[in-house]
Every structure is written in C-alpha cells, then in structure tokens.
Nanobody, 125 residues
Framework: QVQLVESGGGLVQAGGSLRLSCAASGGTFSRLTMGWFRREAPGKEREFVAGINWSDIATYYTDSVRGRFTISRDNAKNTVYLQMNSVKPEDTAVYYC?????????????????WGQGTQVTVSS
C-alpha cells in the first residue's frame, strides 16, 4: 500500500510561483508512474495536470499548463514535485498527487491506484 502526502499549497498572486511536493511511502517509489491532478470546485471531476514515468525521462502536461508547470521526481527522496510558474487565477484548485503501478503516463484518473489527500492552491488576481 502506497501513501501519498502533498504539501506546498497556499495563496499566491497571479504571475507568481509555487512548488508542490508529494512524499510517497510504503512502496517502491522508483517504479511508480506519478501524476498531478486538480479539482477546480467541489463536484467537478479531477483533471490531469502533469505526469512523469518511473525513469524520469518522459513527462506529459495538459495544454493549459505546458510551458508554465514542470513535473519532476527525486527517487532517492521518494518525492515528486510540481513547479508552478506564471500562475493564473484559473489555476486555483485542489491539487492531488497520484501514483499508478502499471507503466506509462495516462490522463485517465481511473488508471491511478493511489491518491493523496490534496493541497489547496489559490491564485489571486
């Protein structure tokens, strides 16, 4: 069983930066495919933001964040990061870290096996 704990959320002004972290425990982190999702409002579905495969070679982004957000991982620290630059008010959401055992990044949230509790990011205009 893998446990995921996000941190780093908070309030930031538009145009600013924020770095989210997700610490994993209870599994072989280096073999997990990791992703970040976000939910903009209660009742809305979680949407894919970024993903990274286990080898840290391939990364994927949704169009709205490509060029502004960067996903990375440190397998020695069992941690995945989401660097958020040039944030916009529409980036306001609860951000979730997710992990999947099967290889390959996917946008499909149902493919992920483990989820964190989420961290709130609020971007003020």
């Amino acid at each position: 069983q893998v446990q995921l704990v996000e941190s780093g959320g908070g309030l930031v002004q538009a145009g600013g930066s924020l770095r989210l972290s997700c610490a994993a425990s209870g599994g072989t982190f280096s073999r997990l495919t990791m992703g970040w999702f976000r939910r903009e409002a209660p009742g809305k579905e979680r949407e894919f933001v970024a993903g990274i495969n286990w080898s840290d070679i391939a990364t994927y982004y949704t169009d709205s964040v490509r060029g502004r957000f960067t996903i990375s991982r440190d397998n020695a620290k069992n941690t995945v990061y989401l660097q958020m630059n040039s944030v916009k008010p529409e980036d306001t959401a609860v951000y979730y870290c997710a992990a999947k055992v099967a290889p390959g990044v996917t946008f499909a949230r149902n493919a992920y096996d483990y989820w964190g509790q989420g961290t709130q990011v609020t971007v003020s205009s």
